[in-house]
């Protein structure tokens, strides 16, 4: 069945440092993929998207590439702020429009 | 502003209780979901609608029921046979369109606690 596999957390990075999430999937068919944030004590928000081999989406500093070959779909951003710090949420959806999430990274980023 | 109301914040449950949460969508979707959160576990799906009088099991609906007798509304029943109810619920609304691509969005979600 499908799966999605993300790094466990939590990460801690100092402000301005360069982030990377890693984020696996197992899927048939094309999948879609997203990222999406968790604020504390608050719901998800879409962060960024992409739906075909080789797309990159991109939201506030915030990249990712859908890549078919590694089956990966890696968050990135260059240079972090304190208010990044959240949980980060791996996801693919099918044909069905179910989502698939993998189990969160929290995110710390210190002054 | 459209979005998802999700209510109470914070719900506290007797032993052999049933509790309803609720969850109110303005932004014209069809589908609706709810998801169950636990530490470390990321989100499970309960149960999802795509059409208002149909719904489906997700892969944790044991103990839980929903209705969608509106396509505004989605409400999630957490019942007595649920024995670790503790969590926080989330729902969520999307699009639906054949191809899956359409992202879904989220309330702030409800945390529920056995007292």
């Known amino acids: 069945g499908n799966s999605v596999t993300q790094m466990e957390g939590p990460v801690t990075l100092s402000e301005e440092a360069f982030l990377t999430i890693n984020c696996t999937y197992t899927?048939?068919?094309?999948?879609?993929l997203f990222w999406y944030v968790q604020y504390p004590g608050e719901g998800l928000q879409l962060l960024l998207k992409?739906?075909?081999?080789?797309d990159k989406g991109s939201n506030k500093g915030f990249e990712a590439t859908y890549r078919k070959e590694t089956t990966s779909f890696h968050l990135e951003k260059g240079s972090v702020q304190v208010s990044d710090s959240a949980v980060y949420f791996c996801?693919?959806?099918?044909?069905?429009?179910?989502?698939?999430f993998g189990t969160g990274t929290l995110l710390a980023v210190q002054p | 502003d459209g979005g998802i109301t999700q209510s109470p914040k914070y719900l506290f449950r007797k032993e052999g209780q049933n509790v309803t949460l609720s969850c109110e969508q303005n932004l014209n979707h069809d589908a609706m979901y709810w998801y169950r959160q636990d530490p470390g576990q990321g989100l499970r799906l309960i149960y999802y609608s795509q059409i208002v009088n149909d719904f489906q099991k997700g892969d944790i609906a044991e103990g839980y029921s929903v209705s969608r007798e509106k396509k505004e509304s989605f409400p999630l029943t957490v019942t007595s046979a649920q024995k670790n109810p503790t969590a926080f619920y989330l729902c969520a609304s999307s699009i639906v369109r054949g191809s899956g691509n359409q992202p879904q969005h989220f309330g702030d979600g409800t945390r529920l606690s056995i007292l």
């Open positions: 992409a739906t075909k081999a080789d």
């Open positions: 899927a048939t068919g094309y999948p879609s």
């Open positions: 996801a693919l959806s099918g044909a069905t429009n179910k989502l698939i």
